[in-house]
Each structure stands twice: as structure tokens, then as C-alpha cells.
Nanobody
Framework: QVQLVESGGGLVQAGGSLRLSCATS????????MGWFRQAPGKEREFVAA????????YYTDSVKGRFTISRDNAKNTVYLQMNSLKPEDTAVYYC??????????????WGKGTLVTVSS
């Protein structure tokens, strides 16, 4: 069993930055591909970013390319999402996800409980 705990959400003005963290339990963190989804009020959950188990491959949804950066530190069992140039439309609950598969874009085995990001205009 893997537990994911997100942190770093909050209220920020448009154009600002936040860094989300996802700390994981267990000794097999480096064997999981990780990533982030988000769910805005009244909308379905959507994919944001993914990173391979080694950190060598990353993938982003088009709306965040050039503004968000996903990274991981396998020694700390933590994955990060650096969010810059935030826009009001980035407001959502952000969920950390993990998979034994190749990418969380295709399947998710574990979810965190989410952290709220609110971007004011």
C-alpha cells in the first residue's frame, strides 16, 4: 500500500508561483511513475503532468506547458509540481497520483486526497 500526501496549496495572485509536494510512504517509491491531476469546481478531473520512475521522462497537458515543471526526488520519496505564471483557470484541487504502470496518464493505482490551489485575478 502506498500513501500519498500533498502539500503546498494555497491562495496566490495571478502571475504568482506555488510549489506542490507529494510525499509518499513505502520503500518502493522509485518504482512508481508519478504525476498530478486537478479538478476545478464543477468540472471533471483532468491530467496535468506525469514523470517516469527515473525522472527521465516528463509529460504535460498543453495548458500548463512552459509554466509548470514536474520533478521527483527518489531519495526523499517526494514528487513536486512547480507552478509559475499562475492563472485564475488553474484554480482547482490538485491530486497526486502513482502507478506501477508506465505513466499515470494511462492508469492510476493510488491517489492522494488533494490540495487546493486558488488563483485570484
Amino acid at each position: 500500500q502506498v500513501q500519498l500526501v500533498e502539500s503546498g496549496g494555497g491562495l496566490v495572485q495571478a502571475g504568482g508561483s506555488l510549489r506542490l509536494s507529494c510525499a509518499t510512504s513505502g520503500r518502493t517509491f522509485s518504482s512508481y511513475a508519478m504525476g498530478w491531476f486537478r479538478q476545478a469546481p464543477g468540472k471533471e478531473r483532468e491530467f496535468v503532468a506525469a514523470i517516469s520512475w527515473s525522472g527521465g521522462s516528463t509529460y504535460y497537458t498543453d495548458s500548463v506547458k512552459g509554466r509548470f515543471t514536474i520533478s521527483r526526488d527518489n531519495a526523499k520519496n517526494t514528487v513536486y509540481l512547480q507552478m509559475n505564471s499562475l492563472k485564475p483557470e488553474d484554480t482547482a484541487v490538485y491530486y497526486c497520483a502513482a502507478t506501477r504502470g508506465s505513466s499515470i496518464y494511462y492508469s492510476v493505482d493510488y491517489w492522494g486526497k488533494g490540495t487546493l490551489v486558488t488563483v485570484s485575478s
